[in-house]
């Protein structure tokens, strides 16, 4: 199993042409694969602008031209793609979903977005996915060179049970292609991504769309990567940038063993009902 990863995170402007966007995505991963990256991650919607009025009308079925670029990209440059997420149709259904390919440009994971993002903050953002999406109802979970990786998206992460389960798995890595607002941007982004890092003693990357302040929904940017001790290994800014970081994933061993709480975990008493008769597992 390889210990060192080189990911590119491609925080990238998203415009109202969806062709223009792929152009983009793939123009930006060409430059990450030339500094050394060996996986590429693409934002939350990266070819779609993110709005219910959008998801459809830029929306693909399975095969899409969005996926198409990506999985020849992968081939040509012999690299890991981790899509971003697309609007995918099926039927009458539209989910959020991201497609992972593999150097042979081979999708190998698959994630519809579980949780949907429906907030109402008074005096901030709003906005309710439910009304075109639908969830998913997998957890995805896939193999690499690196060991197991997980994959979820934005809102997913805020589900603490989601990231536990996939670190029993045994990821080592959680990516999360998302698009946090200047509501929730700057109140939970960095402090998520470090509290699931921290509990799961795992790396978090999570890559998102650039700012635009034309947009109907402002994204916050500041893509992120924090190590399994909580520790913030790079940021971005707000503005269009391909950031490159190697990590070790050693790590995630040296501080299971070092701070040993996935397996001090008492499943014995974690359950909601009466002591020996279990209602509900948490
Ligand atoms: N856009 C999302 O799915 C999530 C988000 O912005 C938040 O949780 O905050």
Same mark, same amino acid.
């Given at each position: ?11 990238? +402007?998203?415009? @109202?042409? /969806? ?18 990256? $060996? ?11 993110? $709005? ?13 031209? =969005?996926? #198409? ?7 040509? /440059?012999?690299?890991?793609? &981790?899509?971003?997420? &697309?609007? $995918? ?10 497609? &992972?390919?593999?150097? %042979? ?30 969830? %998913? ?12 990786? %997980? ?9 603490? $049970?989601?990231? @536990?389960?996939?670190?029993? +798995? !045994? ?15 700057? =109140? ?25 302040? #034309?947009?109907?929904?402002? =994204?916050? %940017? ?16 707000? !503005?269009?940038?391909?950031? &490159? ?11 299971? #063993? ?6 001090? @975990? ?7 009902? #009466? ?8």
């Amino acid at each position: 199993m390889k210990n060192t990863l080189t990911v590119a995170q491609v925080q990238m +402007q998203v415009v @109202r042409n /969806k062709a223009e966007n792929i152009a983009s995505a793939c123009r930006l991963i060409r430059r990450a694969a030339a500094q050394g990256a $060996e996986l590429v991650m693409l934002p939350e919607m990266f070819c779609c602008p993110y $709005e219910n009025s959008a998801f459809r009308p830029y929306g693909e079925t399975f095969g899409g031209p =969005a996926q #198409q670029a990506l999985s020849a990209l992968a081939g040509e /440059k012999k690299i890991w793609i &981790v899509g971003g997420s &697309v609007p $995918e149709l099926e039927g009458e259904r539209v989910y959020n979903t991201c497609f &992972v390919y593999n150097p %042979g440009g081979q999708q190998v994971a698959r994630h519809r977005k579980m949780h949907l993002f429906d907030i109402r903050v008074e005096g901030g953002q709003s906005f309710r996915e439910s009304d075109t999406l639908s969830p %998913g109802n997998d957890i995805t979970v896939f193999d690499s060179p690196w060991g197991k990786l %997980g994959l979820c998206i934005c809102f997913d992460l805020r589900f603490e $049970e989601l990231a @536990r389960v996939m670190a029993l +798995q !045994g990821v080592r890595a959680i990516f999360v292609p998302a698009a946090f607002n200047m509501t929730t941007g700057p =109140a939970h982004w960095e402090l998520l991504f470090r509290q699931r890092a921290v509990d799961n003693q795992l790396f978090t990357f999570g890559t998102s769309p650039a700012r635009n302040e #034309q947009e109907t929904y402002v =994204a916050w %940017g500041h893509s992120i990567v924090c190590d399994p001790w909580g520790t913030v290994l790079h940021q971005c800014g707000a !503005g269009e940038e391909v950031a &490159v970081t190697t990590v070790d994933l050693t790590r995630v061993e040296a501080v299971r #063993q070092q701070l040993p709480i996935l397996s001090a @975990r008492r499943e014995d008493v974690y359950f909601i009902g #009466q002591k020996g008769k279990k209602d509900c597992a948490i």
